[in-house]
């Protein structure tokens, strides 16, 4: 899977990446791939993500995968490390250089909506905590179908229930959360046929709700991205580590997580 070979309106800037033309404007804060970068290397939660994201991808194995709002390259590099080759598309230049940094090896700085990917030449597509920020989600799913091979699939991860959105979301730039019904009704009217859905994190939802309403207390905003985001490697990070790996195990066996504060899905492109 190379880059010139799935769209004409890109071109390989003199850094290395492929750039187009046009922008698209990004629901995200102005500085947040900043704010979260420690966090993704040190927080429990970055890791788990990465941990059932690696029992999934033994369960649905793919050679190739488009990596959409990748962010700074922290998915894209896990799955370079498990040789799927593997491009990442982000819409920030701050998230395009770090992932650069990381050695991810294929970038496009740009969006879906303004790049003219080839209609079934993709294998894969990962929207890993992405969906949550565009506004018209059901046009970016249904944009994925078209560019997906048959049979290609749609690997989703969103932050679960509206009932614990809160101003955290907004400040971020979520337009919502999702449940799994929710998300599995979507996909299907695009076309999709869902593999494999589960809730992931299943202690988180009785923390966020409370911590969130106090989370603006702290002024600092370095302070704020990191509420929550409680280090791997320290005590309550490691116990958490050993709590959750019954999750990884379930998903593992092929089990569903019936609650937690992320859905994760697994999607087959089928004929519309």
């Given at each position: 899977m190379k880059v010139a070979e799935l769209a004409s309106n890109i071109t390989l800037s003199e850094n290395k990446y492929w750039v187009t033309e046009e922008k698209e404007k990004v629901s995200y804060t102005k500085n947040g791939h900043e704010l979260i970068k420690e966090?993704?290397?040190?927080?429990?939660?970055?890791?788990?993500?990465?941990?059932?994201?690696n029992?999934?991808?033994?369960?649905y194995p793919i050679k190739h995968m488009m990596d959409i709002g990748g962010g700074n390259g922290q998915i894209s590099e896990f799955l370079q490390s498990k040789h799927i080759q593997t491009i990442l598309l982000e819409p920030r230049l701050s998230g395009v250089k770090n992932a650069q940094k990381r050695g991810i090896e294929q970038i496009i700085w740009g969006s879906l909506q303004n790049i003219d990917f080839?209609?079934?030449?993709i294998e894969s597509v990962g929207l890993f905590d992405v969906l949550e920020h565009i506004e018209n989600d059901k046009d970016i799913i249904a944009s994925i179908h078209d560019i997906l091979l048959q049979n290609g699939t749609l690997w989703i991860t969103v932050p679960a229930w509206q009932f614990l959105y809160s101003e955290f979301d907004k400040e971020v730039g979520h337009f919502r959360r999702y449940n799994l019904t929710e998300l599995t009704t979507i996909l299907k009217e695009a076309g999709f046929n869902v593999q494999y859905k589960s809730y992931l994190f299943f202690l988180l939802p009785f923390v966020i709700w409370p911590v969130r309403k106090f989370y603006k207390l702290q002024k600092?905003?370095?302070?704020?991205?990191?509420?929550?985001?409680?280090?791997?490697?320290?005590?309550?990070?490691?116990?958490?580590?050993?709590?959750l790996?019954?999750?990884?195990?379930?998903?593992?066996?092929?089990?569903?997580?019936?609650?937690?504060?992320?859905?994760?899905?697994?999607?087959?492109k089928e004929s519309k």
């Open positions: 966090s993704e290397e040190n927080s429990f939660w970055f890791n788990h993500r990465l941990t059932c994201l029992e999934l991808i033994k369960l080839k209609p079934n030449s600092k905003e370095t302070k704020r991205r990191k509420f929550g985001h409680i280090d791997k490697s320290s005590f309550i990070g490691i116990i958490l580590k050993f709590i790996r019954i999750e990884s195990y379930m998903i593992s066996k092929k089990m569903h997580i019936p609650f937690g504060s992320t859905c994760l899905v697994v999607a087959k």
